[in-house]
Every structure is written in structure tokens, then in C-alpha cells.
């Protein structure tokens, strides 16, 4: 029979001939097997959405020398400006991102060359959906990326940064660049990759006379896996793959609050009887959500392992004592951990603000941070993970990615990198409805594991909003711990 956790699913019936030379064991594992390889089945089955990536990289100023003898330097003596250069670049509809440019001296031994469109260097990266993909080919100026290009002037070196210490600052030119978003879904392609003049002026100087800016811009495909939540993840949802207007359900989300002073977590122990007095003291603990595929079989858990407790004489949890998840995987008849995932509530003027770090684990240690930024407690954002050249992709929600890090699937090798976006899960603010929508990357999705623990993940950030939140604020009846009822 057909698990019944999964109502207005898939319903079949499987006969299996009674033979007293298969012991039932047998046959429930057989059946288990076909279930799960259904579930991998229907995973595959669906295509990935179409997504587009924009990624601008590469980017350098370069002046002309004052001197024939002058020489490549990171300061240059050039009149009114400071070497201390930043491009503001922007793409319609997206939130403005800032990158810092270095800089260098025009000088007639360099070369006129660069790479031949690896980027190297990212400065900024758009994602956009087939949504957004099919608004912006019908209005041709949205597909406009402007990069403007400034200079910090009345500043010293030190101090400025991005364009954004004090001290005014001086445009020295704009380049647009149109964006081919009709075949990108398709291919990958550079729409620049070289040196434009920037103008001082509609008129111009005489040649050679105007800095210059070295920028690649590719546009390639970046499909992705999109899963969504039926419901707040402490709610035990279903989860859904969408693609399109078409969604088919592949996980369900079992929740669990455990407590520390009972083996069962359904078992209301003898510690749920005492005063308010007599509890032990203010914590959020035993937390769990437990990801099935369509079999049933448990395919990834996200496990409170460290409580979320308040800082001594505060009602917050602070980011020098957080609490932290365990996101696992099966391992034949074991759970193995596949990363840990850190949470606390910032302190100082992003008070409202959760703070979190994510890591890997390759052979059981973790071994590279995948992912450390901050969500907004009352607005929500989005948690990602996108490695982009092997350096910080900015989002509209800051981001960090790795320097180096493991593959996040289980199909490739030991020690591998993995590529550009990796996954990203929605969240929303404290005390909205959530159902988190989670995206993975192609590339890191060869089995139900994978996609499973994505989706683990993405459910143990929204839960951390939960668990962060003031220890003065009552949780929903869903959060509190048996042993635990009035106190958080």
C-alpha cells in the first residue's frame, strides 16, 4: 500500500505472489527499493526550470601614464583622481550592486589582450527566472546591464571602500552593455569581454586621453531544481517540485520536538508536570525535521544539535554562544553528517537580524564554510550558497561564498569544487506564513539524497528564525517542547 502521508499523491497497488521461499523481510525491502527508485524516477521525470545567469567580472580602470617613464603602479599619479575606483553596476529590476575596481597605468609594453572570457574575478551576478526572462524580452531595456565607473576624490587611500567612505565622488564614464536573454536559456556566450573607453565628456579628448575599463560579461544557463513547502516546515508539510504552473510532490516533512528529559519524543515525561519554578533554565532544544521520500524512507534530517539559549543576562541568543544544526544523510543503516548549519541573533543596528554560517563535511569534518551572512528577522530574505569564479557573488541578500569548498552532490569525486550557484531557500519574516521555496542547482542533484538534503537545509534556516526570536516572545504551540510547555 502506498504510504498515507502523502494524501492526493500517486495511489497504486503492487501484488506480490506469496511464495514460501521469500521471507516477508525480503519482500518489504524489494518493495522499499521500488518505491525509492519511483521516487528518483519522478524526481528525473520533470525537467528544471530555466534560469539565466549575468556575471560581470574582470573588471580594472586603467589611466594613461603621465610620463613615458611611468610605470604599472596601484597608486598612479593621475590629477584629480584617487586610485580608489568602484563601478556601480546595474541590471533592471535587480537591487544595485557595488564592486571595487583596481587599478593600473596604460604603459606601451602591456598588453592589449586579456583571458578569452574566463572570469576570474566576479564583480556582480543577476539570476533571473523564465519569468523574468519572458518580462524582459518584451521590454528591450530591461536586457540593458550599465556599469558607471567613479573615482573617490578629496579622500585619502585609506578609508575608502566600494565607493562608500566619506569623500566625494567623480563618474568617469558609463559603458551599457544589451544582454541576449532569448538564447541564453540555450547557450553560453560573452556579451563583452575587453577595453571601453570611458568619457569625461559627451566631446571626448584626444585619443588615449580617456581612463578605460577591462570588463567580461558572460550570460550562460543555470537550470535549476525548484522545491517548495506546503507549509511551515515545523508544520510536517509535504514538499513539492515545481516547474511551471505544474507541481508534483516528492517529500514529506515529519517535525519533531524531543526533549532532553525523555527517549520518546511523543512521550510527555514527568517533567512537563512541574511549576514554571522548577524548569530548568530557558532554552529551544531537540528540535528536528526528518525528510521522506515517497517510499517513506528517511532520505535527510535536519537535527538540533546544540540549543539556542539566551546569553547570560540577555533574552537573546548572541553570536558567541549560537545554536547549530546537523543536516545528515543516510548511510546504510547510520546517519551521516553532511553540514552544520550555525545561527544566532545579531547584536547592534542589525538587531533584527539572524545571523548564520554554514559549513560542509567531507569524511565527517567540516571542512570549508559554504555560506555566512545575516537574513532580516522582520522582512525575511534568502539563504544562499552560489560559488561563482571562487569568489563573493553578491544577491539580494548579502552572501559569502567560499573560497574553496566540496562538491555539494554525492556524484562527484572527493574534493571537487563545485560551480556557480549552488542553492538558494526563501525566507520569511518572523511571524509570517513561510513556505519555504527552495532551489538547487542541476548539477548538484544526481539523487533523492541530494535534492532531500537541500531541502533539510533550507527548512533548518526558517526554523532558526523560530528559535532565535527573544526569549520574552511565546513560540506557536508547534515549537514548544512537551517538557518545555510556558517557557519558551
Known amino acids: ?93 535587480f537591487p544595485r550592486q557595488i564592486a ?71 563618474l568617469l564614464g558609463r559603458f551599457d552593455v544589451s544582454i541576449d536573454l532569448k538564447s541564453a536559456e540555450s547557450k553560453t556566450s560573452l556579451a563583452h569581454n575587453g577595453w571601453v573607453a570611458l568619457r569625461r565628456s559627451k566631446k571626448g579628448g584626444k585619443s588615449g586621453s580617456d581612463p578605460e575599463l577591462h570588463l567580461t560579461v558572460r550570460v550562460e544557463p543555470d537550470p535549476r531544481f525548484v ?106 543503516c547510520t546517519w551521516k553528517p553532511w553540514g552544520r548549519l550555525e545561527a544566532w541573533r545579531e547584536s547592534g543596528y542589525s538587531s533584527d537580524a539572524l545571523g548564520y554560517r554554514f559549513e560542509l563535511f567531507q569524511d565527517g569534518i567540516a571542512t570549508a564554510v559554504s555560506a555566512s551572512s545575516s537574513i532580516s528577522l522582520k522582512n525575511g530574505g534568502s539563504f544562499v550558497i552560489d560559488v561563482t569564479g571562487g569568489n563573493t557573488t553578491a544577491a539580494s541578500t548579502p552572501t559569502t561564498s567560499p573560497q574553496g569548498s566540496w562538491d555539494l552532490g554525492s556524484g562527484s569525486s572527493a574534493g571537487s569544487r563545485p560551480a556557480g550557484f549552488v542553492m538558494s531557500a526563501s525566507v520569511e519574516g518572523v511571524g509570517k506564513r513561510s513556505k519555504p521555496e527552495v532551489e538547487v542547482g542541476v548539477t548538484h542533484v544526481t539523487c533523492t539524497e541530494d535534492a532531500a538534503a537541500h531541502v533539510a537545509l533550507a527548512a533548518a534556516v526558517d526554523l532558526s528564525l523560530d528559535a532565535c526570536r527573544l526569549f520574552s516572545q511565546k513560540l506557536r504551540k508547534e515549537l514548544r517542547q512537551q517538557s518545555q510547555l510556558g517557557v519558551v
Open 1 to 93: 500500500t502506498f504510504p498515507s502521508c502523502l494524501p492526493g499523491c500517486f495511489y497504486f497497488s503492487v501484488f506480490i505472489p506469496s511464495s514460501p521461499s521469500l521471507p516477508h523481510s525480503f519482500l518489504s525491502q524489494t518493495l522499499a527499493s521500488s518505491l525509492s527508485q519511483i521516487s528518483n524516477s519522478i524526481l528525473n521525470q520533470m525537467d528544471p526550470c530555466s534560469f539565466v545567469r549575468v556575471i560581470v567580472g574582470n573588471l580594472t580602470v586603467r589611466f594613461p601614464a603621465t610620463s613615458p617613464s611611468s610605470s604599472s603602479s596601484s597608486e598612479p599619479s593621475v590629477s584629480g583622481i584617487n586610485p580608489n575606483c568602484y563601478c556601480k553596476i546595474r541590471f533592471k529590476n
Open 100 to 170: 571595487s575596481v583596481p587599478v593600473m597605468l596604460r604603459t606601451e609594453s602591456e598588453s592589449e589582450t586579456r583571458s578569452s572570457g574566463n572570469i576570474s574575478t566576479v564583480a556582480a551576478c543577476f539570476s533571473l527566472s523564465k519569468a523574468q526572462i519572458e518580462a524582459a524580452l518584451k521590454k528591450p531595456n530591461w536586457s540593458v546591464l550599465s556599469i558607471e565607473t567613479y573615482s573617490r576624490v578629496g579622500d585619502g587611500v585609506s578609508g575608502a571602500s566600494c565607493g562608500l567612505a566619506s569623500g566625494s565622488e567623480k
Open 227 to 332: 522545491f517548495q513547502f506546503d507549509g511551515e516546515p515545523e508544520c510536517s508539510p509535504q514538499v513539492f517540485q515545481v516547474q511551471g504552473n505544474t507541481k508534483q510532490a516528492v517529500f514529506t516533512c515529519k517535525f519533531g520536538a524531543r526533549s532532553s528529559n525523555s527517549g520518546d519524543r511523543n512521550q510527555l515525561g514527568s517533567s512537563s508536570m512541574r511549576s514554571e519554578k522548577e524548569q530548568p533554565s530557558k532554552e529551544r532544544k531537540g528540535w528536528s525535521v526528518t525528510v521522506h521520500d515517497l517510499s517513506g524512507s528517511p532520505v535527510a534530517m535536519a537535527s538540533m544539535v546544540t540549543p539556542f539559549v539566551p546569553s547570560p543576562g540577555s533574552n537573546r541568543v548572541n553570536r558567541s554562544s549560537p545554536g547549530a544544526w546537523l543536516i545528515l544523510r543516510p548511510d546504510g
